[in-house]
């Protein structure tokens, strides 16, 4: 077990890490590397977020048994025992008999002896950026280590929001766009088809290890939130945005086919397209912490609005516009106009 003096100097390699920021991917695991050398823990699963609907999307995860992932990812989201949605900073599944109210504690990770689950979410007041769950099978996390963990929360949130906001790049000229892409799903989140170009995206998605079909992760977090609010347990759309390459943003959709039959013993439809220019905005304001007046300001921007105009729609005097525009430039690293709307709104 760490000490104070050892997890003082842990939480300062964390904030360089974030600070440094980069690759999504990388800093996350890093971030892994980190934590394991200074709490420990035997497996993981850490996911971005979109940042208003809270769920989960491009995941990496370390889980013993990979085919069981569909039925973890739908326990996950039907479980309300510190569900990442209502948490504050970190919770140990051991404390108030925390074991014996989880779903999915008591259905699947008591069988592969997970004694104990310490799980992080990582929310300001732009949105929420991702969770964290980390397992234990031999002991429970103890007092000093939640406190630890809570400690990171908070550079660690603001470095996967930066990290979200570096993604929004200029895109590369005549870069091919997908589709609208279908993946079926069954109830139990089994997959029973897809369309021809889905495998190709999946893959970017989450890289598959060589010579194994690509898991479709993003897709059973969107349908496993269309489960959890049919339960009554979240009622966030069934709905995640994610950065796919090069500036690339896609939507995933979860709903059920039909409407005859009731809804468990219908299949399960994940659309996936590319981000539309207004949910990708949005996405951008929040990313890149714009304050209500500026994402405003940047919405009328999009809209075509000319200076005077967007001053008159906002009651503003012309140079009180000019001061939030020099602002949003500053925050978001652009200089004029054009690129800053290319970059919001992927055109």
Known sequence: MADSAAYARSHARVVRLCEAVGDSRDLRLRLLDELRATAGFDAYAFLHTDPETSVGCAPIADFPDLPELP???????LTEVNRWTALEGVARLSEH?????????????????????????????????????????????TRAEASYLSGLTGPVTTGLRRGQAETFVVRPPDTPRPGPLVLL????????????????????????????????ASAYNVAAQLLAV?????????RARVHLKDGLWLTLRAARIGDA????????????????PTERLAAFTRAFALSAREAELLGHLAKGGDSRTVADQMFLTKNTVQDHLKSIFAKTSTNNRRMLLTRALGA
């Open 230 to 238: 049919e339960a009554g347990v979240d009622t966030n759309p069934a």
């Open 185 to 216: 799903l069954s109830h139990d989140l089994r997959v029973l088809g897809q369309t021809p170009e889905t495998h190709a995206y999946l893959s970017v998605l989450l890289p598959p290890e060589h010579g194994r079909p690509p898991v479709p």
């Open 261 to 276: 039959d009731p809804p468990d013993r219908r299949d399960i439809a994940v659309t996936i397209e590319e981000t539309s």
């Open 71 to 77: 039925r973890l990812i739908r326990l996950k989201y």
């Open 97 to 141: 008999q925390g074991p014996s109210r989880s779903l999915l504690w008591r259905e699947l990770l008591s069988g592969y002896g997970v004694r104990d689950v310490a799980s992080m979410v990582f929310r300001d007041r732009f949105g929420c950026w991702g969770f964290l769950d980390l397992y234990r099978y031999d002991r429970d996390f």
